[in-house]
């Protein structure tokens, strides 16, 4: 075994028990120490081979803050170029191109990590641009793909795929970790993701007209109900009537809040399963997943309800939409309250950090795809705006994380302010709820409201909205 020299540096792991996702190995592979040789034990000096297949770097906390935070940068430049792009192009290319190109990066981020802290961030910031390319255009997608009954089921079931991916990842990363180096996460997720772009591009067809395996009178279906409301945009984008809409500003609003109390709790549910529970990284990499098999269920759940109440006139559109909100947005502050107070022993901790982590899902079957219900030919562009504020808020946070961390490495606690983070983090969504539901009554006001007519009044589709919809 190499023998470490006394005077070599030491690798401190400054964000001890961040998340065990693809951005944060290098915060989590911290058992392997920095060693160092020279000429004259170098002879007699055994390499184990457990050296290269973990390579660590001395990053400080705020290199470790801007690689964490650089991929999101990325997202946010890709946002509204896709949202008009995915208008005159393909989805099925941009897709499948950007699936296949944010894999690839994948495999050479070992690679670029090993160039320099310039190489790596200029990596994530393209597999950035990639994801969130593929983000927008899924929404898009499903313009021409989704009835309006079955739209939340639809949906919901796609963006509940993240949630999947998440816990799959955040399952075994810890096991390849300490089995075969932190690099081979790369390579073998990579690898899957490659697999999978190139099904994308086999499987998927832009048009429901087109598809060779879907029969007629499902063709028949598909079209004749989304035939009054998928229409070319022959008009320019309304962006003053959009500023004046109250509904888009309830729905950016309301997705600020959900991304970022969901950001809040991906950021810091590592570090406080580290912290109060005091785990190792396979058991942090798996009380880290749990959460998002839990919410994949839920998110599946809420799209199923939605078509379900939808279906049989039980509900309306919009108390369907207020009711799932208020899950998706108050569940989360709940649980995340009584996190703080009531949990006194391991299962109770573990319970209440898993339904914190996992209940703001309700909110694909609310807000999400809010915007789909007030305009079709615009959807991309909500889209736009409402990721750009989750992600903005994340990179903000995350950079505070880091800095808290630096400046609270040398204390008995290595986040002694998470308390107050995670409080403020369920009292914003509260907060946030209280002031929405002072309008309900102009939501409720949208009894007479249909999708299919929305359309129909071109540039004014949003003004003559405003009576209908609080904020």
């Known amino acids: 075994m190499l023998e470490r020299n006394s005077k070599a540096p030491m690798i401190e792991n400054e964000a001890e028990g961040s998340s065990c996702t693809l951005s944060g190995l290098a915060d989590q592979v911290s058992c392997i120490p920095e060693y160092h040789s020279n000429s004259q034990d170098a002879e007699w000096l055994h390499v184990s081979p457990c050296v290269f297949q973990n390579p660590v770097y001395n990053w400080n906390p705020k290199i470790q803050g801007i690689i964490f935070s650089s991929i999101f940068y990325g997202v946010l430049i890709t946002q509204i170029p896709v949202g008009y792009l995915s208008e005159r192009y393909s989805i099925k290319k941009m897709i499948g191109v950007a699936l296949f190109l944010s894999s690839l990066l994948s495999l050479l ?3 670029a990590a090993g160039g320099g802290e310039a190489f ?3 990596c994530r910031v393209a597999q ?7 983000s927008i255009a899924q929404h898009v997608m499903w313009v021409k ?8 089921r639809l949906t919901s079931l796609s963006l509940s795929g993240i949630l999947l991916g998440s816990f799959i990842v955040l399952l075994v990363t810890g096991f390849i970790c300490q089995s075969l180096g932190w690099p081979m996460v790369f390579y073998i997720f990579g690898a899957c993701g490659c697999a999978l772009s190139l099904l994308w591009f086999v499987l998927f067809y832009d048009d429901p007209k087109d598809h060779p395996c879907i029969s007629i009178s499902e063709k028949e279906y598909i079209l004749s109900s989304l035939n009054q409301q998928v229409s070319s945009r022959t008009q320019p984008l309304p962006i003053k009537a959009m500023i004046k809409s109250l509904p888009v500003w309830a729905i950016a609003f309301g997705s600020f809040a959900f991304h970022w109390t969901n950001n809040i709790m991906l950021l810091y549910t ?7 529970l005091h785990v190792n990284i396979k058991e942090n990499g798996l009380l880290s997943a749990l959460p998002y098999l839990l919410a994949w269920s839920f998110g599946i759940l809420s799209g199923h309800l939605t078509d379900f109440f939808l279906s049989r006139n039980l509900l309306r559109l919009v108390t369907i939409r207020h009711l799932f909100n208020t899950l998706g947005l108050l569940l989360p502050a709940f649980f995340s309250v009584c996190l703080l107070y009531l949990s006194f022993s391991f299962p109770s901790t573990a319970v209440f950090l898993i339904l914190a982590s996992s209940t703001g899902t309700f909110c694909m079957a609310g807000v999400l795809i809010n915007g789909l219900d007030i305009s079709v030919s615009f959807f991309e ?3 736009d705006s409402e990721v750009q504020w989750g992600k903005w808020q994340k990179n903000k946070t995350k ?3 880091n800095k808290k961390q630096k400046q609270n490495k040398t204390k008995k606690n290595p986040n002694p302010n998470l308390s107050k ?10 907060l946030s709820i209280l002031r929405r539901q002072v309008s309900t009554k102009a939501w409720r006001d949208l009894a007479g409201y249909t999708e299919l007519s929305i359309d129909q009044h071109g540039g004014q589709y949003l003004s003559n909205l405003y009576y209908r919809f609080g904020s």
């Open 109 to 111: 981020m070992p690679m």
């Open 120 to 122: 790596l961030l200029a």
């Open 128 to 134: 950035g641009a990639a994801q969130g390319s593929v």
């Open 145 to 152: 793909w989704a009835p309006p009954l079955e739209r939340g």
């Open 270 to 276: 590592p570090t406080f399963i580290n912290s109060k």
């Open 381 to 383: 562009i909500f889209v």
């Open 399 to 401: 950079k505070k994380h």
């Open 421 to 430: 983070t995670m409080r403020s983090r369920a009292e914003f969504p509260v």
